[in-house]
């Protein structure tokens, strides 16, 4: 492997994910540079843990050119240039964000409409209950209190929590990327020897995608770009939020499946890959474990991404939570008082391409030497990564770009979807399909 020079902050990072995957840094110039940093400014190195997360999705994929940072940071917010038959769809609910509580903040996550609903339960309000009535309720409790009651009731919250130093040198010790080879697997993937297509490396490999929300679609959304045939897999009765989908769906088919069915089994006999992306404690009920899998299925790669890590089986979580307790939100403060955010949700962002990267690799080796694969990571993991990054002492000031100068429009049934275009250098993103939409196969 070669020597890498780390002028700039993103290339140690990148190096230990290389590292890490056995991928050839020979290939490429290591010390390559962006033209510019990419335009995300922020006190924590958000900047550099998107280059190189998307560097090490072109480095997998074997992609020399250098990527766009513009385009990147427009990736990372394609939730701001997103458009819905020319509207701007409101992606926060009004339960969801930061709250003052007697003793400090938390932060509260309502976007679904169940954890909505049991986030008012455990406050004690209404179904018709506003934003501001959520405020005046935490406002009486301390911030413990509040967090306490709403998880009792299903809901989602978190302290927002100052940075503890020691705490994250003990997580950063852990493995970024989680790779296990699975002793005994020896079979090949069902596309054998064949030598990939430098264009579509996943050409043939056949990806079931049991993910929702940002960093799993993210993650899986470049699989695709990348020739894999995706087919997303929800549950019936936990609906999508539509411009979510549409801005993550791109490339995949969508369908609605119990995982407890025979259908379900088929799927998981004549993949390649599965990627996990609900609570650990969730999948394992459903018997759908890595360990699990690969137990029915040897000449699997299993790719598991969580909020907390897998020794937090029962937590769920989201990008903003996980901001809020591992410390950033109060890195990012603006006045020292109420708690900041990272410019885009880059945790899950950054999770989803170093997943793929993970995913590419596995694939690979996989072909050359047989068994079956696991890797894991989380966006707690994420977190500890960036604080351990240089930091400036101030924000930083924003590089004025047209985001929308970074974007793709679909038609999709008659719909108008406008989202941001692909991170990845020469590559174009195909339409996502309706969440749904499609029939239980490959």
Known sequence: ??????????????????????????????????????????????????????????????????????????????????????????????????????????????????????????????????GDDVRAAVLTLSAGEAVALIAEAGGMAVRVMPEDPRLEARVRATPLLHVERVRGSQPASRSGGAARDPRAPLAGIRILDLTRVIAGPVCTRTLALLGADVLRVDPPLLPEPEWQHLDTGHGKRSTLLDARTDRMSELLATADVVVLGYRPDAVERLGLSARALLDRHPHLVVAQLSAWGVDQPTRGGFDSLVQAESGIAMVETADGDRPGVLPAQALDHSAGYLLAA??????????????????????????????????????????????????????????????????????????????GSDQPRW
């Not at 458009?83 to 003793?103: E, I, K, L, M, Q």
């Not at 990054?389 to 985001?403: A, F, I, K, Q, Y």
């Not at 793709?408 to 590559?427: E, H, K, N, Q, Y």
């Open 1 to 130: 492997m070669a020597e890498p020079t780390k002028d700039h902050p993103g290339d140690e990072l990148l190096e230990r994910v290389c590292s890490a995957l056995r991928l050839d840094l020979t290939r490429t110039e290591v010390g390559a540079r962006p033209p510019h940093p990419v335009p995300l400014p922020s006190r924590l190195a958000t900047a550099d843990l998107a280059w190189a997360s998307v560097r090490s999705v072109c480095v997998a994929a074997g992609i020399e050119a250098l990527p766009d940072p513009d385009r990147i940071a427009a990736a990372y917010r394609s939730d701001r240039v997103l458009t819905v038959d020319g509207r701007a769809p409101d992606v926060w609910s009004p339960y969801s964000g930061f709250f003052r509580a007697a003793d400090g903040w938390i932060r509260t996550h309502g976007n679904y409409r169940h954890h909505a609903e049991r986030l008012l339960v455990g406050l004690g309000l209404g179904p018709g209950a506003s």
């Open 358 to 435: 993970s995913i590419i690799s596995l694939v690979e080796r996989r072909r050359r030497e047989g068994g079956g694969w696991i890797v894991r990571t989380s966006l707690r993991r994420v977190a500890a990564e960036l604080l351990g990054m240089p930091r400036s002492s101030g924000p930083g000031t924003e590089r004025e770009v047209d985001l929308t100068a970074h974007t793709v429009t679909f038609d999709i049934d008659g719909c108008t979807v406008t989202t941001a275009a692909s991170a990845l250098p020469g590559r174009e993103l195909a339409a996502p399909h309706r969440w």
